[in-house]
């Protein structure tokens, strides 16, 4: 609705001269985005509309056009996702948006470097922080402004030439599975010596040790994937054939079925599933309205005609992970009193209301607010660290909820204080209670990986022990 109007009001005012990128967290928002625009040029009679779209769920034939037109120097602002931060070559981009801060300083780093690539040319990035405006039903998390003080945190981060370290200790047992298949695929089976040697001596799993990738590969007996022969050479057996020849197996990431949408002869993108509206129902893709016709699950094709109203699809993005270092930050910036001099007049008076809440709740001197029955813990670290206190609360048997800097525990203040000393003390481990993380299978081979090893995977992926800990004794000294 208005927040909606507003920002596209914006968005018009800066990006509809010259070339832009403009880099949104999810496709939803680019899509609801690009059709106010649409209803906005029509309105306001621009002689052009230059705002157009770039995503993974449009055809490739619409993302081509878009990548011709920004090549032959058309003017154009287009909203992307990742898929324009890397590679493909656009030509000069003048300035860069962001919609909401990113979940890493690399990628705002990345997403920078886009623009002012000639000589003279100063790179220009405009974010916006889309924190919904403080009013009466504000949650706590609401009124500390996320978005925005993230945003600074990552700007001031950006400034210092700071960046997130490389996150190399995950063990890829799902990746090792495929190119165990793929191997095997290759040679038509071969000794368990030449998989040791190829993929772990020679190859990239070296962390993985011979004991892990020996229950690899019974787990993959077991699911009746490979066999081993008299001659002790193991061979892909029927289930792993039909694995290696299905169509998505040398793509290295989860698939969904997905649905091409098609209106006529025009082929506008596809749409996972999950995210399928109903027969007679409106959607918008590729910022423009669409009427469910008729949904084919034979062939996989949704039949679609041009709609007067509008519905946004949902597209499950996926969050990313924010670092420890990023939310130590935002904390810095909640506590000082300079007010940065980029900052538009509102994000700095949001800036300001989000530093008296802070203080006048003493965010920073009281281990956690009260409401009734609900305890509600700003601990201040990143996602890992959150998402562990979040699994050893439910180890304890304490429902919690997770926002974005907040962890509301459902339990009274003497017990809370009891459970963070356990935490504090080390109580808990990271790898017992690895099974409990809120998404436990990520990569496409997951589900044949065995679980103690997925639940090593899972609690370098998701956890971090040092940072629970670490927040729990922070909470429990103020």
């Given at each position: 609705g208005n927040a909606l109007e507003n920002l596209a009001l914006d968005i018009a005012g800066v990006f509809r001269e010259r070339t832009n990128l403009i880099f949104i967290n999810?496709?939803?928002?680019?899509?609801?985005?690009?059709?106010?625009?649409?209803?906005?040029?029509?309105?306001?009679?621009?002689?052009?509309?230059?705002?157009?779209?770039?995503?993974?769920?449009?055809?490739?034939?619409?993302?081509?056009?878009?990548?011709?037109?920004?090549?032959?120097?058309?003017?154009?602002?287009?909203?992307?996702?990742?898929?324009?931060?890397?590679?493909?070559?656009?030509?000069?981009?003048?300035?860069?948006?962001?919609?909401?801060?990113?979940?890493?300083?690399?990628?705002?780093?990345?997403?920078?470097?886009?623009?002012?690539?000639?000589?003279?040319?100063?790179?220009?990035?405009?974010?916006?922080?889309?924190?919904?405006?403080?009013?009466?039903?504000?949650?706590?998390?609401?009124?500390?402004?996320?978005?925005?003080?993230?945003?600074?945190?990552?700007?001031?981060?950006?400034?210092?030439?700071?960046?997130?370290?490389?996150?190399?200790?995950?063990?890829?047992?799902?990746?090792?599975?495929?190119?165990?298949?793929?191997?095997?695929?290759?040679?038509?089976?071969?000794?368990?010596?030449?998989?040791?040697?190829?993929?772990?001596?020679?190859?990239?799993?070296?962390?993985?040790?011979?004991?892990?990738?020996?229950?690899?590969?019974?787990?993959?007996a077991a699911h009746e994937l490979i066999e081993q022969m008299a001659s002790n050479e193991i061979i892909l057996s029927p289930g792993g054939e039909r694995i290696t020849h299905s169509r998505d197996f040398y793509a290295a990431f989860q698939g969904t079925t997905e649905y091409a949408i098609r209106c006529g002869q025009?082929?506008?993108?596809?749409?996972?599933?999950?995210?399928?509206?109903?027969?007679?129902?409106?959607?918008?893709?590729?910022?423009?309205?669409?009427?469910?016709?008729?949904?084919?699950?034979?062939?996989?094709?949704?039949?679609?005609?041009?709609?007067?109203?509008?519905?946004?699809?949902?597209?499950?993005?996926?969050?990313?992970?924010?670092?420890?270092?990023?939310?130590?930050?935002?904390?810095?910036?909640?506590?000082?009193?300079?007010?940065?001099v980029y900052l538009h007049s509102d994000a700095a008076s949001l800036l300001q209301s989000a530093r008296a809440y802070a203080a006048t709740n003493e965010i920073f001197r009281k281990p956690f607010l009260e409401k009734t029955g609900r305890c509600i813990l700003v601990p201040w670290t990143g996602s890992k660290g959150l998402e562990t206190l979040k699994v050893f609360a439910t180890a304890a048997g304490i429902e919690t909820a997770r926002k974005n800097l907040t962890l509301t525990y459902i339990c009274s203040p003497a017990d809370l204080q009891e459970h963070l000393e356990k935490v504090a003390g080390g109580f808990f481990q990271a790898t017992d209670h690895a099974a409990k993380v809120s998404e436990r299978y990520v990569d496409k081979y997951d589900s044949y990986v065995p679980d103690d090893l997925l639940d090593l995977a899972n609690s370098v992926r998701a956890l971090s022990q040092e940072e629970a800990v670490a927040a729990a004794k922070a909470v429990l000294a103020r």
């Open positions: 999810s496709r939803g928002t680019g899509e609801m985005l690009t059709d106010e625009l649409n209803e906005l040029s029509k309105k306001e009679r621009w002689p052009r509309n230059p705002f157009l779209l770039h995503h993974g769920s449009l055809s490739k034939e619409i993302r081509e056009e878009v990548e011709e037109r920004l090549k032959e120097g058309e003017q154009l602002s287009v909203f992307c996702t990742s898929t324009l931060e890397m590679g493909i070559d656009i030509g000069s981009v003048h300035s860069v948006g962001q919609l909401g801060p990113p979940w890493s300083v690399a990628s705002l780093v990345q997403r920078l470097g886009r623009s002012g690539r000639r000589e003279g040319e100063s790179s220009i990035l405009r974010l916006f922080s889309l924190d919904p405006p403080p009013g009466p039903a504000s949650t706590p998390d609401e009124l500390l402004c996320p978005q925005l003080i993230r945003s600074i945190a990552m700007v001031e981060l950006l400034r210092e030439k700071w960046l997130e370290p490389f996150d190399s200790g995950v063990p890829q047992f799902s990746t090792l599975i495929h190119q165990t298949l793929s191997l095997l695929r290759q040679t038509g089976g071969c000794h368990f010596v030449k998989l040791r040697d190829t993929l772990l001596v020679h190859g990239a799993f070296r962390e993985v040790t011979i004991a892990q990738y020996k229950s690899l590969l019974k787990s993959l025009l082929d506008i993108g596809k749409l996972p599933q999950t995210s399928l509206p109903q027969e007679g129902e409106n959607f918008l893709l590729n910022g423009r309205r669409w009427k469910v016709e008729q949904i084919d699950p034979k062939s996989l094709v949704v039949e679609v005609t041009p709609a007067r109203s509008r519905k946004m699809p949902i597209f499950l993005g996926a969050a990313g992970a924010v670092h420890s270092r990023i939310a130590a930050k935002m904390a810095e910036i909640l506590q000082d009193e300079e007010v940065p």
